[in-house]
């Protein structure tokens, strides 16, 4: 059974950065994509970046030249390095496995990122 484990959330004032990693457990990590998403209070969940099995990147407009995506397969992890925090990406972040079919089948439990203004 695969699992995937967010870290790397917490508070930090506009302007500055974090880097969430998404760290799997299974030998067929490397063959997925990966995306991240997010859900603010009282709002829908939303993508906000995916990376493929060969490094691959998209991004949502919302967070595209501030935010990269990256992974490393021999340790099994995703990250998403965040910059010029702005206090509206303060949300629950989830990572999430994507299967061929297109539907996500696995998720993480979610880290807090709170940016203040």
Request: a positive charge.
């Amino acid at each position: 059974q695969v699992q995937l484990v967010e870290s790397g959330g917490g508070l930090v004032q506009a302007g500055g950065s974090l880097r969430l990693s998404c760290a799997a457990s299974g030998r067929t990590f490397s063959s997925y994509v990966i995306s991240w998403f997010r859900q603010a209070p009282g709002k829908e969940r939303e993508f906000v970046a995916r990376i493929s099995w060969s490094g691959s990147t998209y991004y949502s407009d919302s967070v595209k030249g501030r935010f990269t995506i990256s992974r490393d397969n021999a340790k099994n992890t995703v990250y998403l390095q965040m910059n010029s925090l702005e206090p509206d990406d303060t949300a629950v972040y989830y990572c999430a496995r994507r299967r061929a079919t297109l539907e996500y089948d696995v998720w993480g439990q979610g880290t807090q990122v709170t940016v203040s203004s």
